[in-house]
Nanobody
Framework: QVQLVESGGGLVQAGGSLRLSCAASGRTFSSYAMGWFRQAPGKERAFVAAITRSGGRTYYVDSVKGRFTISRDNAKNMVYLQMNSLKPEDTAVYYC???????????????????WGQGTQVTVSS
């Protein structure tokens, strides 16, 4: 089992940047594919980005490609989401999620992920 704690959210102006961090407990972090999801007010939670166990492959929703970068540091049990050129429509609660897998793939749907953090609020003002 893994526990996830997100941090790094906040209020930023449009065009600004934030880096979200997700700290994972446990000694088998490299056995998990990791994902970031977000839930905007009045909307369902949606996929943002994912990264495979080794960090060798990444996946993004089209709306964040070229602006967001997901990365991980398996030695530190951390996964990050660097968010640049933020837009008001990026405003949401951002969640980190983990999927224990033996394969070098990462899911892009909620159903693939077994463990979730509590979320961190990101607000982008216009």
């Amino acid at each position: 089992q893994v526990q996830l704690v997100e941090s790094g959210g906040g209020l930023v102006q449009a065009g600004g940047s934030l880096r979200l961090s997700c700290a994972a407990s446990g000694r088998t972090f490299s056995s998990y594919a990791m994902g970031w999801f977000r839930q905007a007010p009045g909307k369902e939670r949606a996929f943002v980005a994912a990264i495979t166990r080794s960090g060798g492959r990444t996946y993004y929703v089209d709306s964040v490609k070229g602006r967001f970068t997901i990365s991980r540091d398996n030695a530190k049990n951390m996964v990050y989401l660097q968010m640049n050129s933020l837009k008001p429509e990026d405003t949401a609660v951002y969640y980190c999620a983990a999927d224990r897998t033996v394969m070098e793939v990462a899911g892009t749907t909620e159903e693939k992920y077994d463990y979730w953090g509590q979320g961190t609020q990101v607000t982008v003002s216009s």
